[in-house]
């Protein structure tokens, strides 16, 4: 009942991520499952297998879109990688004894997720939950939202993606990389054509979800500490 997911793909974590790690496994109180790429294909469900496009994806994007797979498929935690110094098992029992789908921490102010189409809900972020963690009960109706519109984006961006995948960097978006301007010059970024924005692939998709179904989920998690784990 107390199991959480954590993924990561690509180099060894650097110190700062292990130590990160293993305070989730320690504190926690959970059992704690890191998803990599050599145990990844157990967690594959026959009927309904990873997107053909997920092999083109960044390291984050990867991540990403694993949120809503695992979420839907298997329920349970999830967390980034970054510190945490508190039980889990009370946010679980929490959600398991309500008629909710899933439990969170407050979106911060500036941290919603959206496209310019649906910018009316960035004042609204304190009826959101954030992304770094959250508990989801198994095969909700709202997961399965996510899910499926998941793979309406992977659908749209494919044929683009077997063309520019993500994997010249584990942060890898259109035109470049997240948070790293000087990474391309102007006469590079035509070969930059990855066809994803940062957070097109987790935010933009769930954050309007919650927006629609604000009934459906409990805020009350920590939260996550941002602080030296990079």
């Avoid at 997920?54 to 980034?80: E, I």
Wanted: charged share 25%; glycine share 8%.
């Amino acid at each position: 009942m107390y199991k959480i997911f954590c993924f990561w793909f690509g180099a060894e974590m650097n110190p700062n991520r292990k130590s990160s790690y293993e305070s989730i496994k320690n504190n926690s109180e959970c059992d704690v499952v890191l998803v990599t790429d050599d145990n990844l294909k157990d967690y594959e469900i026959h009927e309904s297998p990873f997107h053909n496009g997920f092999k083109y994806l960044s390291l984050t994007h990867k991540s990403d879109y694993l949120r809503s797979y695992f979420m839907y498929h298997y329920g349970g935690g999830y967390t980034d990688i970054k510190h945490c110094d508190y039980s889990w098992r009370r946010y679980f029992d929490q959600l398991h004894n309500s008629d909710k789908d899933f439990i969170g921490y407050r979106e911060i102010n500036g941290g919603v997720a959206t496209s310019h189409e649906d910018s009316f809900i960035r004042p609204y972020y304190d009826e959101l939950c954030g992304n770094g963690h959250y508990i989801f009960k198994q095969k909700t109706d709202l997961s399965k939202i996510w899910l499926n519109e998941t793979k309406n984006k992977m659908d749209e961006v494919y044929e683009k993606l077997r063309v520019y995948p993500g994997h010249y960097h584990s942060r890898a978006v259109f035109g470049g990389v997240h948070g790293d301007e000087n990474f391309i010059t102007d006469i590079d970024k035509e070969k930059y054509n990855y066809p994803l924005g940062w957070n097109e692939l987790l935010g933009r998709i769930l954050h309007k979800i919650m927006f629609n179904n604000r009934d459906r989920f409990l805020i009350g998690m920590p939260l996550p500490n941002m602080s030296n784990y990079r």
